[in-house]
């Protein structure tokens, strides 16, 4: 006499289990977009995309006891249409746009599919390999855009996105294999929650995947959020440049490099010659944009590895490590010509004064070197503005 395999955890069981941890994974991204100090894009609809993961598991464990069109069409529906909103908003998280028509194309000939697989040629097999090899191919797709886009070489310092990556992958695998498994082997008629090894390992595998993935939409927003509050502790809210005490850590770094290797560098202040006049003329506004300009124009000047901070009002100092002080005086010479060229016809013309200074062994900090620059600074405002200053010599344009 035959004996029937029997098993601890059937598939509904693990769906329903899933579908109520979904759904409080779900709650806890809703409280997550109310609770983060700043905007996250795309948050939101990785919310949605939470909410239809727990529908579409409570309504595909409600097998056999509600109708099949909620059941399977619905179920199936609310699950494809999940791996979507979360594609979007990875889209919307990376600044990109997203065209939802041919998604949804795909999902709605998808949904009538299965219906056609239900209620005119019922065929579990069929259902299988189109909800699974879509399924399969959205998650792929996913997983592609976060990895092609520019910003992928420092997704390793983000551990949202790399485990979102991770479990993308995985759950493709998963899929995958599962649509491979439908269109080469007899699957009966039975349906998704059939008591058996195959399907209990793969419910149990998409089970854990998806509360995986919520867990790394929810990693990824708080990555962005410590990474937008550490970027503001360093960056000066108006320009973008450097603050201050970035700056003087910057400085720090170089002097310590400095001590290392021998090698000099050579640190400029500039400011705008008669700003006041600017404001007073011009308002305060078009004060403004003329500091974020000239701030945007040096950075596009000068080297990567150069820093261009704000010192206060309209000051700002250049580092230039690995710099001495003829390399750095033809620097302030193409800063002096360059950076208050106007592209925007609503600003004022301007002109900028530098003063130039190089780290000497002679110094006994930062502050020292800071203090020269700032006063060959004054030296080229004194000598008539428009200059670059440094030990009594001066080029002026």
Known sequence: MG??????????????IGGITSGLMALVLSLLTRATPLPVPGLWTWTAGAWSVFGAMLLLGLRDWTSNLATITLGNGALMLAYILWLAGTHRHLGQR???WPWLTVWTLATALVSWFIFVEPSFRVRTVVVAGLCAYL???????????????????????SLTTTWLLILCAVYGIRALH????????TGLLTQGAVQIIYTGCFTICNLMLVIGYATTASDHV???????????PLTGGLNRQALMDSLERERARSARTGQPFSVAMLDVDNFKKINDSHGHPVGDRVLVHLCRRMSALVRPNDVVARYGGEEF??????????????????????AVQIDDQALPPFTISIGLAQWSSADTSVDTVIARADAALYAAKANGRNRVELGGSAISV
């Open 139 to 161: 998650n792929a797709h996913h997983a592609l855009v976060l990895l092609r886009h520019p910003r992928a070489e420092r997704f390793g310092q983000s551990i949202g996105v």
């Open 317 to 338: 100092v250049i580092v230039m490590p690995e710099t001495a002080l003829g390399a750095a005086l033809l620097a302030g010479q193409r800063i002096l010509k360059n």
């Open 226 to 236: 410590r990474a937008r509050i550490e970027d503001q502790a360093i960056h000066d």
């Open 3 to 16: 004996t029937t395999a029997t098993y601890a955890l059937d598939p509904r069981t693990t769906v329903l």
């Open 182 to 189: 439908a269109a080469w082997f007899a699957q009966g008629n």
């Open 98 to 100: 997203m065209r939802w």
